[in-house]
Nanobody, 134 residues
């Protein structure tokens, strides 16, 4: 059974930093990609960043470029999202999601992020809340 477990959320002041973690388990192969999505109160879910487990290729939404960094530790089956210069508009529940289509996993996540709210991802975590105070 595939599981994605997020952690690292919390309350931080504007300008501060947090690092989120997503621990993945249960995959039947290693060719998958992980994406971070977020959903703020009253808003649609949006894609934030994604990374390929295979080669580490990354994607960032324009809203977080230069502030957020995604990385992976394959030995720990963990994907991280380092969030710097946080602003109140970053307040949201952050979810990690997995796409497992062979060879095109990252492309599918990017397409989902660019095209909408990330529907179609194969697996989702339960989320971790990030609150940024002004």
């Amino acid at each position: 059974e595939v599981q994605l477990v997020e952690s690292g959320g919390g309350l931080v002041q504007a300008g501060g930093s947090l690092r989120l973690s997503c621990v993945a388990s249960g995959f039947t192969h290693d060719d998958y990609a992980i994406g971070w999505f977020r959903q703020a109160p009253g808003k649609e879910r949006e894609g934030v960043s994604a990374i390929s487990r295979v080669d580490g290729s990354t994607y960032y939404a324009d809203s977080v470029k230069g502030r957020f960094t995604i990385s992976r530790d394959n030995a720990k089956n963990t994907v991280y999202l380092q969030m710097n210069s946080l602003q109140p508009e970053d307040t949201a529940v952050y979810y990690c999601a997995a796409e497992t289509s062979l060879f095109i996993a990252l492309q599918r996540i990017i397409a989902a992020m660019q095209g909408g709210t990330g529907g179609g991802m194969d697996y989702w975590g339960k989320g971790t809340l990030v609150t940024v105070s002004s």
